[in-house]
């Protein structure tokens, strides 16, 4: 049996939070299988908190060189790829995409999904598009459909990524889109067998359940999958008897293995990536860090979510949701200072002071 404190440490050290790693950013986004990137600096400050001497310009300049990608992929949000991911976790979850299409199957009545598909790769590869361009061509051939349910459409169907400079620390430029293929120069490949993947995830996400690979990947019927890797597999059992699956060598600390405050950006891919949370979210925090569809910046103490917090235009804000001790408000000031070190020294007019407050809610 695994207790809720030892699979937290378990999770901490796969996801390179329980110490700062000498990987590169590279090699941080293929071993975390991407990073959730709904907006644009999410990603630079996940790899701010797991790695040791990261600059911001290491990830821009992987993105500007088209190493790393921001593509939908995992529960059809935006993640940031490395290229061979891209080209090969997108078509691993593409049923999930079909499915995602069922939802909007009214306002695309009449239309003939693989010809939507060939028009909108021609219209991309020509010229990147942003969402209202690739609207407005495709109504042209489907004026009687939903606009919004065609774009959904192009995008479930093909592998779009957000071109440069979208995505680029200190840089700005609407969302535009194109294939991954075209953007990078090398066809798909095709999906990986889900046994590989499956180690991948448990690597970087384990112990964990089926249901929690299922969470992260927003694909059913894995359960077969996690029966025929069994042999290669240790199984426990987590305090209310779900079972949970691992490898046999990778790290599982002690329970009482320290673990420093860290800041992490909103919809990081700590949080999201379990059906059963409470290896990271107390039961009596569950949604704190939510209000309607905004999610906050999050702060671990001692391993497990303790706050949010947010940048304003002059000071780092951060609010408990519960009494620090004077040693650890220490750690978590000396943590935000290391944080605006690394992300935000050198910027133009701006000096941040750090406050212990309430963050104001948008």
């Known amino acids: ?23 590169s950013a590279k090699a941080a986004v293929e071993h975390l299988l991407g990073l959730q990137a709904q907006n644009v600096r999410p990603p630079y400050y996940a790899l701010a908190a797991r790695l040791d001497g990261f600059a911001p310009q290491a990830l821009s300049r992987l993105m500007a060189d088209r190493e790393v990608v921001r593509i939908v992929t995992l529960r059809s949000t935006i993640h940031t790829h490395t290229a061979d991911d891209a080209l090969t976790l997108r078509p691993l979850v593409q049923a999930a995409r079909d499915r995602e299409l069922v939802t909007f199957r009214k306002g695309l009545t009449g239309v003939d999904l693989d010809r939507l598909a060939a028009v909108a790769r021609e219209l991309v590869e020509a010229e990147p598009r942003t969402m209202k361009q690739l609207r407005e061509a ?3 051939d489907w004026p009687d459909a939903d606009p919004f349910a ?14 440069t400079p979208r995505g680029l620390w200190g840089q700005s430029g609407q ?13 798909a490949q095709p999906a990986p067998a889900p046994d590989e993947t499956v180690l991948r995830y448990l690597r970087a996400f384990g112990p964990a359940s089926v249901k ?14 996690f ?20 490898l ?9 293995t320290p673990a420093p405050p860290r800041f992490l ?9 379990h059906a059963d949370r409470t290896r990271v979210v107390p039961a009596d925090l569950k949604g704190r860090s939510w209000q309607g569809n905004q999610a906050y910046c999050t702060l671990l103490v001692d391993g497990f979510l303790a706050g949010v917090w947010k940048l304003t235009e002059d000071a780092l804000v951060i609010e408990p949701f519960g009494t620090l001790t004077k040693a650890q408000r220490a750690e978590v000031t000396e943590e935000g200072q290391r944080m605006l070190g690394v992300l935000h020294e050198g910027e133009p007019a701006k000096t941040y002071d750090i406050r212990f407050g309430t963050v104001v809610r948008a």
């Open 1 to 23: 049996m695994l207790g809720t404190r030892a699979l937290n440490r378990a999770t901490l050290d796969r996801q390179l939070l329980l110490r700062r790693s000498p990987l």
């Open 138 to 140: 495709l109504l042209t």
């Open 150 to 163: 065609l774009s959904v459409a192009a995008r479930c169907r093909l592998p779009l990524v957000q071109v």
């Open 175 to 187: 969302v535009a889109l194109t294939t991954a293929e075209h953007w990078l120069g090398r066809p």
């Open 212 to 225: 929690d690979m299922q969470t992260w990947a927003g694909l059913t019927r894995l359960r077969e999958v």
């Open 227 to 246: 029966e025929r890797l069994r042999p290669r597999l240790l199984a426990f059992r987590d305090e209310h008897g779900v079972e949970l699956f691992d």
């Open 248 to 256: 046999p060598d990778a790290p599982r600390p002690d329970a009482d």
């Open 265 to 273: 950006p909103e919809f990081d891919n700590l949080l999201l990536s």
